[in-house]
Structures are given as structure tokens and as C-alpha cells.
């Protein structure tokens, strides 16, 4: 039994001796290993890089929401200063609100054909481009009307930021669009918010002086 016991224990060693001495094995089991490390890495480096695109647009979409709101419901804020600076009734001052609001309502259903023509990032980028000529008019602007048709230009450019911004997350995002999707609606919500409160504030301070 001892002697049989020495024998697999001597035949064992052999084996291992064996094994470790032989060069092309011992290159094969360094080849598959420098196999894994590189995948290793290279698989470690696309997730990297994925993260990087995804981390992009989920900035892009949420200033393109952002700046897409900003002007919208700014006017809202200062209906009572626009009512006393133009001399006019709180509907006609009103309607600095609802011109914009006209304006994205004419326009929405035209986008989406726009969109398919020439591409959702030119449509977003075009239409930011576009919305910031009627944005300044609007600060120059000197009767009622005038304001009220700038305001209503605005609203042409909305939609097509609106619809180009969705249609691109749920083409880009893959399986991160609800967080892609959220990301853009805080934007918006900003956007909004921050219109209103620095239009009240420039508003004051240049009734203070």
C-alpha cells in the first residue's frame, strides 16, 4: 500500500516537473493569459469611452432644455411692469405669453417632417441657433406688437428643439433613456424657472435706478 502510494505521488511529480519544464507549454499558458489582461483592458477602455458619449449627451440635452425654456414663459414674470410701460390692459400685456405659446402650436406639426428631411441634431442646433435672433428683438423692442411678434417668432423655433431633443435620446440613449429623458426635463423645468426669475430681477434693478 506504501509503495503504491509512493509510486502516484513519484508519477504525479513527473507530470508537474514535466509540465513546468516544456517551453511551448508554458507559452501557451503565458499567451492565454496576456489574452485575458488585453481584454481585459480593452474592454475596461470601451466602457470608458461609452460612459464619456453617454455623460455628453445627457449635458447636451439638458442645456439644449434649458436654453429651449428660457425665453418661453419669461414675460410672465412682468406682466404688471409690461402693462404700465406700454400703457395697455393686462390681456394686451397677456399676450406676450400667449403669442409664444401660438407660435410652438403652428409650428409643432411640421417639425417632425423637418426632422426625417434633414436630421435631429441639425434641426436642435438650428433651432437654438434661430431662436436666439428673435430673443434679442425682443429686448429692443418698442410697442407692444412689436414685442408680441418677436415673441410669437420665438415660439416657430420651440418645437423643433422640443421634438429633436426627444427623438434623438430615444435614438441615442439605448437603455439609459428614462435618466437620458429626466435629465432633459429638469433642463426644461430650469430653463422656465430661470427665465422668469432673471427677467424679474433685471426688471427691478433697472426700476431701481
Known sequence: MQKYQTGALFQLFHASHHYNADPCMHGVGVTVMAEDDATTVTTSRELNTTDSFYLHRVVGVTIAGICCFLPVYCTQAILPELRDFFNTTEIGAGR?????????????????????AIGRK????????????????????????????????????????????IAYITEESQNKVGFTMASYVTGTV???????????????????H
Open 122 to 165: 441639425r434641426v436642435i442646433v438650428a433651432a437654438l441657433l434661430g431662436l436666439t435672433l428673435p430673443t434679442l428683438l425682443v429686448a429692443h423692442a418698442v410697442t407692444l406688437n412689436e414685442l408680441i411678434f418677436w415673441r410669437f417668432v420665438q415660439g416657430l423655433f420651440v418645437p423643433a428643439v422640443i421634438a429633436g431633443v
Open 96 to 116: 406676450t405669453v400667449g403669442a409664444t405659446t401660438l407660435g410652438v402650436a403652428i409650428a409643432a406639426p411640421f417639425v417632425g417632417v423637418l426632422a426625417d
Open 190 to 208: 430650469f430653463g422656465g424657472m430661470i427665465g422668469r426669475m432673471l427677467d424679474r430681477k433685471s426688471t427691478r434693478l433697472n426700476s431701481s
